[in-house]
């Protein structure tokens, strides 16, 4: 199901399910899996790997060249995974050999239009990034995380599972799992409550969450104090351990 005025690379792999629509250019070593759609006037370079069931919206730039000064044209790739939405201009780049050589987006994430993923970025599954949302290269996103429009990600920054920033943040920092952040350069607002209650946490659960952020924001700990208190509860609050999994990683810092 491809139409006339696409152009397709002779090395690209394609399922026999795939819809390409009019003007797509598809090069290099591009695979693309079971009833995904590409709708017109997209660019699809490889090395790149797209799962099933995605839906590339017109415009959409997919696996072109890292915007690093540094790629000199290595083949490094982009892999995208199954189910995934993704809107009109995004850009979606490859890695670098200074980092994996791979940029991941996993599955079910729901990416607005004008969005940019750089290279080496790893982005979790069922995700949103709203509208012009913008990572930097080697930026982590956990599963379930949303990024309101025009959120911009410093590059090396950890966004946790369940985080949450409102429209315009400026992230220069780690954000933790669970917590929302807002401003700029972006600070801790609360617990993402709402978002708890859509992933079918308990009360006890997110009573135990909040009086984890209290340890971490309330009670002028210093953050190596604040995860040897966190370290103490995991064992009967599992939920914890998302949250104090994000405080140990990552060189940006966090917010506070």
């Given at each position: ?7 397709i ?20 070593a591009?695979?693309i ?23 590339i919206y017109q ?5 072109d060249?890292?915007?690093?000064k540094?790629?000199?044209g290595?083949?490094?790739q ?52 709203a ?27 950890q ?11 400026y992230v ?24 708890l209650k ?28 604040a995860?040897v ?5 995991i ?15 990552g ?6």
């Amino acid at each position: 199901m491809i139409h006339p005025t696409a152009i397709i690379d002779a090395r690209a792999e394609l399922d026999s399910s795939v819809v390409i629509g009019a003007y797509v250019v598809v090069e290099g070593a591009v695979q693309i899996g079971a009833r995904t759609r590409i709708d017109a006037h997209a660019v699809i370079k490889g090395p790149t790997t797209i799962g099933e069931d995605n839906h590339i919206y017109q415009f959409a730039s997919v696996g072109d060249d890292p915007q690093d000064k540094k790629y000199a044209g290595e083949p490094t790739q982009l892999i995208i995974g199954n189910g995934n939405t993704i809107r009109e201009f995004c850009t979606l780049n490859r890695g670098t050999v200074q980092d994996c050589g791979v940029t991941r987006i996993g599955d079910n994430n729901w990416i607005m239009a004008y969005v940019h993923i750089a290279h080496d970025c790893v982005v979790g599954n069922e995700t949103i990034f709203a509208n012009n949302a913008s990572i930097a290269g080697h930026v982590h996103v956990d599963d379930y995380a949303i990024l309101g429009g025009f959120t911009a990600v410093h590059q090396f920054c950890q966004i946790g599972t369940l985080a949450l920033t409102s429209m315009f943040t400026y992230v220069t920092k780690d954000i933790p799992a669970y917590v929302i952040a807002s401003g700029r350069p972006a600070a801790p607002r609360g617990v993402n409550a709402e978002g708890l209650k859509r992933r079918n946490f308990s009360a006890s659960a997110m009573r135990n969450i909040r009086e984890a952020y209290r340890t971490i924001y309330r009670q002028s700990l210093k953050l190596d104090e604040a995860i040897v208190e966190l370290e103490e509860r995991i064992e009967d609050q599992a939920e914890v351990a998302p949250l104090l999994e994000s405080l140990r990683r990552g060189d940006r810092g966090l917010i506070r």
